[in-house]
């Protein structure tokens, strides 16, 4: 881990031909089976990825934090 225990806020950028929907997906994956991302996903306030260009131009952003089940 490369941040202060306290991180609260998180951003991620890709620039790829991947879409967002499946990083996503594949985040949340990942965090259901690493017990150590998971924990620090829990301790995000906010959390979201970008993907853009290599200009700088954003092309769709998206939250990485889990929304509550509805009751």
């Known amino acids: 881990m490369c941040s202060p225990p306290t991180t609260s806020n998180m ?3 890709i620039v790829s ?9 594949s985040w ?3 965090a259901e089976k690493d ?3 998971g924990f620090f996903m829990s301790q995000m306030r906010w959390a979201e990825v970008v993907r853009g260009t290599t200009v ?3 092309l769709e952003k998206a939250s990485l934090i ?3 089940p509805a009751s």
């Open 17 to 25: 031909e991947m879409s967002l929907n499946h990083f996503v997906a």
């Open 56 to 58: 700088g131009v954003t």
């Open 66 to 68: 889990k929304a509550a």
């Open 28 to 30: 949340h994956h990942v």
């Open 11 to 13: 951003l991620i950028t």
């Open 35 to 37: 017990g150590i991302l």
